[in-house]
């Protein structure tokens, strides 16, 4: 992709974002009708309308690109560029009248995000990040804090309860222990303080790619580092487990870890 077809590709996020947005603000502490799928967690209207919308934009505008969103059946995973979507990222809180929420919006090439949008279309806060650029918050740069020292570090989650494979909350208990501090920050807005340098790592599992591939490229673009828990870089096939940190050398730190004896 070119830098001028990556500028339309960008222009073209934001554009998704602001009608994803609209549907959201619409639908916002308001009486929603709520129901259960198939994996126990909720969807609304406002889930389906937003990626409806966002659906139809790039049909019309990149009909051969494919999509992933959470709330329809996939199309054209085969293709070189796909839109990986989640409309409301958080609809528990959501449903809670809490502004944490946020659409996720991302473009995968060959399998490796590329561009990615956290936008809580409440609070008018939008982290984009574009590979090989520096991440921006409502135009202006976002930039990670340093924290060297684990010890030192603040953690989040979006709740230990979702830390459900084998392992993995003894694994994530151990980074706790060794933290300085504990809070949850839920959903993608955890990720989004840590891009702005308000907290320190961010750890996670069982997240889908609509939950984590746009995250990449505005943590990275943020001088923050963000992979699974093996290290590896994220990717639309990842199985789900996420480490990202302000500072590469506290990421390394949380690697070790969570990798040690008994994980």
């Known amino acids: 992709m070119s830098d001028n077809e990556l500028d339309a590709a960008v222009a073209f996020a934001l554009r998704l974002a602001d009608e994803a947005g609209a549907v959201a603000r619409r639908y916002f502490r308001t009486a929603v009708s709520v129901e259960t799928k198939s994996n126990d967690t909720p969807v609304t209207i406002a889930d389906r309308e937003a990626e409806a919308v966002m ?3 790039i049909e019309a505008e990149y009909p051969n690109h494919g999509i992933l969103g959470e709330e329809q059946a996939p199309t054209r995973l085969g293709a070189e560029h796909i839109w990986v979507l989640d409309p409301i ?3 528990k809180g959501f449903l809670s009248g809490v502004p944490l929420f946020g659409t ?3 473009l995968v090439r060959e399998g490796i995000p590329i561009l990615g949008i956290i936008d ?8 984009l990040g574009v590979a090989g650029r520096p991440t921006t918050l409502n135009g202006t740069n976002a930039r990670t804090r340093a924290c060297t020292d684990l010890a030192h570090a603040s953690l989040s989650t979006t709740g230990v309860e979702y830390l459900s494979g084998p392992g993995d909350l003894d694994a994530f208990d151990r980074v706790r222990g060794a933290a300085a501090r ?3 920050i839920p959903d993608c807005y ?3 303080m840590l891009a702005s340098g308000f907290t320190d790592l961010v750890i996670e599992a069982g997240l889908n790619a609509w939950d984590y591939c746009a995250l990449a490229p505005v943590i990275e673009g943020a001088g923050g580092t963000i ?3 093996r290290g590896a870089p994220l990717r639309l096939d990842s199985d ?7 500072d590469a050398r506290c990421h390394a730190a949380a690697l070790e870890v969570l990798a040690a004896p008994g994980s």
């Open 190 to 192: 955890g990720y989004a």
């Open 227 to 229: 992979t699974d828990w």
């Open 182 to 184: 504990f809070r949850n």
């Open 89 to 91: 990222d958080g609809t």
């Open 55 to 57: 659906r139809t934009l």
């Open 104 to 106: 996720l919006i991302a």
């Open 120 to 127: 809580q279309p409440i609070l008018g806060e939008r982290w």
């Open 240 to 246: 789900g487990h996420v480490a990202a940190a302000g």
